[in-house]
Each structure stands twice: as structure tokens, then as C-alpha cells.
T-cell receptor, first 111, second 116 residues
Framework: GESVGLHLPTLSVQEGDNSIINCAYS??????FIWYKQESGKGPQFIID?????DKRQGQRVTVLLNKTVKHLSLQIAATQPGDSAVYFC??????????FGGGTRLMVKP | NAGVTQTPKFQVLKTGQSMTLQCAQD?????MSWYRQDPGMGLRLIHY???????DQGEVPNGYNVSRSTTEDFPLRLLSAAPSQTSVYFC???????????????FGEGSWLTVV
């Protein structure tokens, strides 16, 4: 079936470096994507979203890139900080206005 | 500023027992949903509701029941708990509106359920 998934289960970066977290999706009809951050013991927290009519969207220290040709989504975090350590999920907003999540990538920031 | 409130936070059940996870939101959101998250995995949709009196199945509905008698509450019932239902459960709510409004999807803090 259609799914949203991630390439890397764990990403370790040095504090101050940029982080790139990737996500592959298989439903070519998907038209809206969201990145969530989940800290240990907490629920998912919205980071940024993007619609399929866009290739790039920027927030504060975060950028989401969408490549519809290869069905690939990425989250870039600039100047990664220890507080960025968490699990990051991409999600597709499905027809029922609920979410289908990928498997998650754990980001570990080394001081 | 309550948002989405889930109870209990932690629960241990014996196989075959029943229980209800409570979820309440005070934001007058039309959409509510329940997800489960297994270790090292993403969230999977169990059931959802687009308004009072309306519920529908998600990806993994077996073993769970829901009801939506009010806008505020969306309880999740386990009728006969099984070890496979050991997981973390998240309730979420969202306003009715355009699909490009992800920042209106609110999650509860989670309920940790262990079935022994």
C-alpha cells in the first residue's frame, strides 16, 4: 500500500552544524506534508508544512524541500542545537484530514 | 490553556481486561483522532471522528472502539486487552479547515499502556 517512510533511523551531528533529515513517500497523489518533532515522553510538535505546489518553504532555522519527481521530502535544520535532539517524523495529511506518519529519524546533537 | 488532555498517563492491564483512555479538548475542534506509537516507529491511526456522532476507522482499528457523543470528548475503549496493544497512545484534534493548516493539529501528551 501507499506509505510515507524515512531513509535514516539515526542521525548524529555536531552542535552548530546543519542537519538534513530525509523522507520518501510513495503516494504520488499526496499534496500536503508536515514535519513533526517528538521529544522523549511527549506528543508530536508541529515544525513546518509544505504543499505540493511548492518546492521549498522556510521557517525559523528550518527549511523543507519537496522533490515531487522522486517523491522525496527533506527537513534542513541550520546551526543545530542540543535542544533539537529528538525524533523527527514526516507525515502526509490524508483524505480524511488525519495524518499518516513515516517511521521517524532520531537526531542526536553532540556538544 | 489545556489543549488536548489525555488520561491516564500510565496504565498496566492484565490480558483480557477492559479499559477506556479518555481524551478531551477545549478548543471546539471538529476533528479528533487516536494514534498508537510502538517503540521506534511512527504513529498509526486507530480511529478518528470528524464531528459529534461521527466516527470512522483508521489504519489499525481492530480491538478498539470509540464514540463521539460530544465535541469535546473522544474516548478510546479496549474491550479485551492483549499484549499486542502495549503501546503509547496519542489523541489529537484539529479544526475543520484547509488542509494546509498543519499548525492547528494538536496532540495530547500520550498515554503509556502496558498489557501483561
Amino acid at each position: 500500500g501507499e506509505s510515507v517512510g524515512l531513509h535514516l533511523p539515526t542521525l548524529s551531528v555536531q552542535e552548530g552544524d546543519n542537519s538534513i533529515i530525509n523522507c520518501a513517500y510513495s503516494n504520488s497523489a499526496s499534496d500536503y506534508f508536515i514535519w513533526y518533532k517528538q521529544e522523549s515522553g511527549k506528543g508530536p510538535q508541529f515544525i513546518i508544512d509544505i504543499r505540493s505546489n511548492m518546492d521549498k518553504r522556510q521557517g525559523q532555522r528550518v527549511t523543507v524541500l519537496l522533490n515531487k519527481t522522486v517523491k522525496h521530502l527533506s527537513l534542513q535544520i541550520a546551526a543545530t542545537q542540543p535542544g533539537d535532539s529528538a525524533v523527527y517524523f514526516c507525515a502526509e495529511n490524508n483524505a480524511g484530514n488525519m495524518l499518516t506518519f513515516g517511521g521517524g529519524t532520531r537526531l542526536m546533537v553532540k556538544p | 490553556n489545556a489543549g488536548v488532555t489525555q488520561t491516564p498517563k500510565f496504565q498496566v492491564l492484565k490480558t483480557g481486561q477492559s479499559m477506556t483512555l479518555q481524551c478531551a479538548q477545549d478548543m471546539n475542534h471538529e476533528y479528533m483522532s487516536w494514534y498508537r506509537q510502538d517503540p521506534g516507529m511512527g504513529l498509526r491511526l486507530i480511529h478518528y471522528s470528524v464531528g459529534a456522532g461521527i466516527t470512522d476507522q483508521g489504519e489499525v482499528p481492530n480491538g478498539y472502539n470509540v464514540s463521539r457523543s460530544t465535541t469535546e470528548d473522544f474516548p478510546l475503549r479496549l474491550l479485551s486487552a492483549a499484549p499486542s496493544q502495549t503501546s503509547v497512545y496519542f489523541c489529537a484534534s484539529r479544526k475543520q479547515g484547509p488542509r494546509n493548516s498543519g499548525n492547528t493539529i494538536y496532540f495530547g501528551e500520550g498515554s503509556w499502556l502496558t498489557v501483561v
